[in-house]
C-alpha cells in the first residue's frame, strides 16, 4: 500500500539501505540467535522491496507487461543461483 501511495523510488532507497545494513550487520553475528535475527531482518526487508521493484512491470503496455515482469523475476532466479554457485552451496552441481 505504502509503494502505490509514496514515492516507490524513496522506498527502494531506504529498503536498499537497510538491506546492506542487514547484510553487513548478519556477516560479523557473533552467535546464532543473533545471526537468526539479523536474516529474519533481512527477509523482512528483501520482502518490502519486491512490491517496489514489481511495480515497474505496469509502466509498459499490456502486451510486453507480462514479458517485463518475467524478465524482472530471471534476473532475481539468475542471481540466486549465481550466489549459490559462488557460495559452493549447490548441492546439484
Do not use: H, K, Q
Not at 502505490?4 to 524513496?10: A, H, P, S
Not at 542487514?22 to 556477516?27: C, D, F, I, Q
Not at 534476473?75 to 552441481?93: A, D, P, Q
Request: proline fraction near 2%.
Amino acid at each position: 500500500m505504502l509503494v502505490d501511495r509514496l514515492n516507490r523510488r524513496v522506498i527502494l532507497m531506504i529498503v536498499i539501505a537497510l538491506w546492506a545494513a542487514a547484510m553487513l550487520v548478519s556477516g560479523v553475528a557473533t552467535s546464532y540467535a543473533f545471526l537468526i535475527v539479523t536474516r529474519l531482518f533481512l527477509g523482512a526487508v528483501t520482502a518490502a522491496a519486491w512490491p517496489c521493484i514489481a511495480a515497474d512491470w505496469r509502466l509498459f503496455p499490456g502486451a510486453r507487461a507480462a514479458s517485463i515482469y518475467g524478465l524482472i523475476l530471471t534476473g532475481e532466479m539468475i542471481g540466486v543461483g549465481g550466489g549459490f554457485f559462488i557460495s559452493g552451496e549447490c548441492r546439484v552441481c
